[in-house]
């Protein structure tokens, strides 16, 4: 909470997407910067997001246990570029907010995001500063650690998952979410929960679909809007 809640530091979250039957392939790389001295007075956080395809393995597509989701980045323009550019890009943006201005880095279980970063040989400090979204859930509830999931209970509207640049916008937001003591206060999020989590179907029905639930209005059960 004081890596981000103080607004002192760069936060850079990443995220990394891998062939489902070939995990070593790294397929996308996407990045989210807040930098704290773009948002110095600002009530909303600027925030710099970019998607990568990488270019040797752009035919590979996931699909039995990971949705496609590599053509939907939701930020924009997606850009094709090899994996030695694609290490060069997270190398200047490691250096730049992590190194030399003494950032955090941000990632949803952000162990396997770093071991594949370090796979691509982009040079990170062992004693990098870092926020964990997952963890952070962890710490007061039992179930639904996935990124949907931590999003879902937070009421972040959200799509498109298992895309690496919407997944490392996402994970950002979720950040300081997780660590601004007042919305924590109101969720209730420093009493530990043993939540009930999503029955398996609805879990694969959730990851592979961004269809909203419909249901009727029978004039209760729409949270701050009940009668």
Known sequence: MD??????????????????????????????????????????PAIKSGHIIIKEHLKLNNYKFVPNHKRLYSGGISYVASIEESKKIMQSIFDEYITKRSGAFVGHNIGGDIRWLQQMNVDISNDVKTVDTFKLHALSRKRDGTLRG??????????YLHNAGNDSY??????????????????????FQDNKGIDKKDAKK?????????????GKGIGFFDE
Not at 150 to 159: E, F, K
């Open 3 to 44: 890596i981000v809640y103080m607004r002192e530091v760069p936060l850079v979250s990443f995220d990394v997407e891998a062939y489902e039957r070939s995990l070593s392939k790294v397929t996308e790389i996407g990045f989210s910067i807040y930098d704290p001295e773009l948002s110095k007075n600002s009530i909303f």
């Open 150 to 159: 931590v999003l879902r209970y937070l009421d972040i509207p959200h799509s």
């Open 206 to 218: 959730h990851k592979f679909s961004d269809q909203p639930e419909i249901t009727e209005y029978l």
């Open 170 to 191: 996402f994970t950002l937001l979720a950040a300081f979410a997780l660590c601004d003591p007042e919305l924590r206060a109101l969720k209730n999020m420093d009493t």
